[in-house]
T-cell receptor, first 117, second 111 residues
């Protein structure tokens, strides 16, 4: 299957700092990537849809100024958590689907666990 | 009401048992249904992908969709300890529409 790589897999930072997470599609070009957040014992929640060459589309309730998304190329999307606070601690996962697939055929990265102290 | 309802479990079964995992959904527009497997601290992995009502089989896994009752199932035959994971059901209405996930059912297969 298609490969999506995410980095870093875990990060610890101090409150008030910014953290950048990268998501790469390794063997296909992805015009669209998706960013999810997963809290313990909760379902995956879509945060935003990242579109190559244009602005991301954010889900209701997600602060676009806090969660900056950049999709500068067909294989790379980044999520920057700005001025992180302890409540931002979560498991962040990106996904993409190959151009020929339905959006349900998602290939996920390994996830990035963020802990804000 | 959540769009996709799923019992979080945990569900414990002995090795070799047949496992039945189930979800219900409320969005009548859903046409595509997926099952993902997620190991602890990892991203989800696509297991099964089906369109509309019917069955789909892949090795030990069978996905079943009944759109009339808005019920989706995943059956695992001859379960193995390596099947121990959280199983997420999901659906969307197709095209480039948003995918909605259930909360996931944690499965433990005991050797």
């Amino acid at each position: 299957g298609a490969v999506v790589s995410q980095h870093p897999s875990w990060v610890i930072c101090k409150s008030g700092t910014s953290v950048k997470i990268e998501c790469r599609s390794l063997d296909f070009q992805a015009t669209t990537m998706f960013w999810y957040r997963q809290f313990p014992k909760q379902s995956l929640m879509l945060m935003a849809t990242s579109n190559e060459g244009s602005k991301a589309t954010y889900e209701q309730g997600v602060e676009k100024d806090k969660f900056l998304i950049n999709h500068a190329s067909l294989t790379l999307s980044t999520l920057t958590v700005t001025s992180a606070h302890p409540e931002d601690s979560s498991f962040y996962i990106c996904s993409a689907n190959p151009p020929s697939g339905n959006t349900g055929e998602l290939f996920f990265g390994e996830g990035s666990r963020l802990t804000v102290l | 009401q959540k769009e996709v309802e799923q019992d979080p479990g945990p569900l414990s079964v002995p090795e070799g048992a047949i496992v039945s995992l189930n979800c219900t959904y409320s969005n009548s527009a859903f046409q595509y249904f997926m099952w993902y497997r997620q190991y602890s601290r990892k991203g989800p992995e696509l297991l099964m992908y089906t369109y509309s009502s019917g069955n789909k089989e892949d090795g030990r896994f069978t996905a079943q969709v009944d759109k009339s009752s808005k019920y989706i199932s995943l059956f695992i035959r001859d379960s193995q300890p390596s099947d121990s994971a959280t199983y997420l059901c999901a659906g969307n209405s197709g095209g480039y529409q948003k995918v909605t996930f259930g909360i996931g059912t944690k499965l433990q297969v005991i050797p």
